[in-house]
């Protein structure tokens, strides 16, 4: 079946494949940062054990919130700063990120599905046999 990783190394995987996207592409999350992030989510998704499948294919808006939060904290070099400053920065990236999270979410569930799908017809053709 290939190599499959725990579930928190898959969430990890997607971390960087994001990190990565945001380091490319700056505080404007476009096309470069979508590429990454859907990326990150298809590799966690073939590659997580179908255990965590449930757990990895919907995570990428969690993965996003933390690395949004960081990069945030990291920019401003005050972590008890305004919350109003906080706020200001962080919502471009919530408005910018979001369509982006949206198919990253949509390649995790579909690639979740079709595992499932060929779990399914490699039971039903050893059933048959």
Same mark, same amino acid.
């Given at each position: 079946m290939g190599v499959q990783i725990p579930s928190l190394a898959a969430l990890a995987v997607m971390a960087v494949f994001a990190q990565v996207g945001i380091w490319v592409d700056g505080d404007n999350l476009g096309w470069p940062f979508g590429v990454w992030l859907v990326a990150g989510a298809? #590799? $966690? *998704? =073939? =590659? !997580?054990?179908?255990?965590?499948? &449930?757990v990895v294919a919907p995570a990428p808006p969690v !993965? #996003? @919130?933390v690395l949004m939060a960081a990069n945030t904290v990291w920019r401003q070099q005050d972590l008890w700063g305004s919350r109003r400053q906080f706020a200001g920065n962080t919502v471009p990236w919530l408005v910018h990120g979001f369509p &982006?999270? +949206? $198919? *990253? @979410?949509? +390649?995790?569930v579909l690639v979740a599905v079709m595992r499932g799908l060929r779990q399914l017809g490699e039971k039903r053709s050893a059933d048959l046999r």
């Open positions: 298809i #590799f $966690a *998704a =073939t =590659t !997580v054990r179908r255990i965590g499948l &449930w !993965v #996003f @919130v &982006w999270l +949206a $198919a *990253a @979410v949509g +390649a995790g």
